[in-house]
């Protein structure tokens, strides 16, 4: 169930469907998954030991997170509340809004994070220091 945040944004984890077999399970994204068109996928692979990614927050841009291969950690953050959300299953997705500052973090070896977005890559779409982040989602008060 998603979590509510001071400006009404929700995110949640979600199942993705699982067709079991036993030659190996096969997991699908498609448009009727996600909330959003797919304009965008990529992936982040050998991130280093203590290695961090993400530091940003998206203005408009909404993405699902899935971990393909081992596990890693997300912290989300509203400008109010923070919560971290692990994630180690190819058969759940966290769907992140626009409006939330992400970290991740505590990437186990050989991991995968796969990113379903709804835009392609937009500089002017991300918020890359905190502080600017804070007056964004400030700006809803």
């Given at each position: 169930m998603g979590n509510t945040f001071k400006h009404t944004m929700k995110?949640?984890?979600i199942d993705l469907p699982?067709?079991?077999?036993?030659?190996?399970?096969?997991?699908?994204?498609?448009?009727?998954i996600i909330p959003f068109a797919i304009e965008r996928v990529y992936f982040l692979y050998d991130v280093p030991s203590g290695a961090?990614?993400?530091?940003?927050?998206h203005k408009e841009q909404k993405e699902l997170l899935v971990a393909l291969s081992g596990s890693f950690t997300?912290?989300?953050?509203?400008g109010t509340y923070r919560e971290e959300v692990c994630l180690n299953a190819p058969d759940k997705g966290l769907l992140i809004p626009s409006g939330y500052w992400r970290e991740l973090k505590k990437f186990s070896s050989?991991?995968?994070?796969?990113?379903?977005?709804s835009g392609v890559f937009d500089e002017e779409d991300y918020?890359?220091?905190?502080?600017k982040f804070k007056l964004f989602v400030n700006r809803f008060s």
């Amino acid at each position: 169930m998603g979590n509510t945040f001071k400006h009404t944004m929700k995110f949640e984890i979600i199942d993705l469907p699982k067709i079991k077999d036993p030659r190996g399970n096969l997991s699908v994204i498609e448009k009727d998954i996600i909330p959003f068109a797919i304009e965008r996928v990529y992936f982040l692979y050998d991130v280093p030991s203590g290695a961090e990614r993400g530091g940003h927050a998206h203005k408009e841009q909404k993405e699902l997170l899935v971990a393909l291969s081992g596990s890693f950690t997300v912290l989300l953050d509203d400008g109010t509340y923070r919560e971290e959300v692990c994630l180690n299953a190819p058969d759940k997705g966290l769907l992140i809004p626009s409006g939330y500052w992400r970290e991740l973090k505590k990437f186990s070896s050989g991991s995968v994070c796969l990113v379903v977005s709804s835009g392609v890559f937009d500089e002017e779409d991300y918020i890359r220091e905190y502080d600017k982040f804070k007056l964004f989602v400030n700006r809803f008060s």
